[in-house]
């Protein structure tokens, strides 16, 4: 079954001469359950299509459905609403807020939502990533790899249909990359969850059962493989 579907989405940045193509006529669908990774240079686009996947860039033409619903077509509330209920996400940059702790940054999304957390869920995931014993810590109390995985939890915490992760071990030495990309296969075999994840790593991009090769704003090669 479908979850994601991109209709000729094209994306251009800048004016006149400055203008860059990011995304150019993209078409593709990603099914549920399924672990997709995306890869590329440097510059073909693919933080755009996850953001734009996500709903946080609107495109200039084409459209994004989202369970069925043509994200876009929205109002930007509505928009933010549908975001947070379905959609995950795992920046380079952690994004975490330092001023809370790990277990706050991960009930956010929840209070944002006038939602109850899900602790016995949440506590869970702490578990299973190794992080159960971090959730009164700070931010600044943790290593590039734990501040991850907390990220990582965040984003899992409200059960997205969803999760988009991209490059999440850019800012990681090897050994708390792997960690990193270990929990999301984890939870990807856990709870089935359909995961696309932007990757440098060609050895990640192998465990995966599709690689879609970016360039230049165009997919260049999608390719289907075996189940990790
Ligand atoms: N906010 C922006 N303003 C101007 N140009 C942008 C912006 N975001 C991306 N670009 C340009 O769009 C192209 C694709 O960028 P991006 O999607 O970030 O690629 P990738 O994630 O593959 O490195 C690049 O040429 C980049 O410079
Ligand atoms: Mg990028």
Redesign the pocket.
């Known amino acids: 079954m479908c979850l994601l579907k991109l209709e000729g989405v094209s994306k251009t940045?800048?004016k006149g001469t400055g203008m860059?193509t990011?995304l150019d006529g993209i078409n593709l669908s990603i099914d549920k359950g399924s672990f997709t990774t995306i890869i590329?240079?440097?510059?073909?686009?693919?933080?755009?299509?996850l953001n734009i996947a996500g709903g946080l860039l609107s495109p200039e033409k084409g459209h994004v459905i989202l369970d069925d619903i043509d994200l876009y077509a929205r109002k930007e509330k509505e928009l933010a609403r549908i975001r947070r209920k379905k959609v995950g996400i795992v920046f380079q940059a952690f994004n975490l807020i330092p001023e809370f702790t790990v277990l706050e940054n991960i009930c956010l999304p929840s209070y944002l939502d006038q939602n109850k957390p899900n602790m016995k869920f949440i506590d869970d995931i702490l578990e299973m990533i190794e992080m159960g014993d971090n959730k009164n810590k700070y931010p600044f109390e943790l290593s590039g790899g734990e501040q991850q995985r907390a990220a990582l939890a965040r984003a899992l915490s409200t059960k997205p249909d969803l999760l988009l992760a991209d490059e999440p071990t850019g800012n990681l030495d090897i050994k708390s990359g792997e960690q990193v990309l270990d929990a999301i296969h984890y939870c990807y075999r856990l709870f089935n969850q359909t995961t696309l994840l932007?990757t440098h790593n060609l050895e990640i991009a192998g465990q995966s059962n599709r690689v879609i090769t970016?360039q230049d704003?165009k997919i260049v090669s999608d390719s289907i493989g075996e189940i990790i």
């Open positions: 940045f800048g860059v990011a590329g240079r440097s510059g073909s686009g693919k933080s755009t299509l932007v970016l704003g």
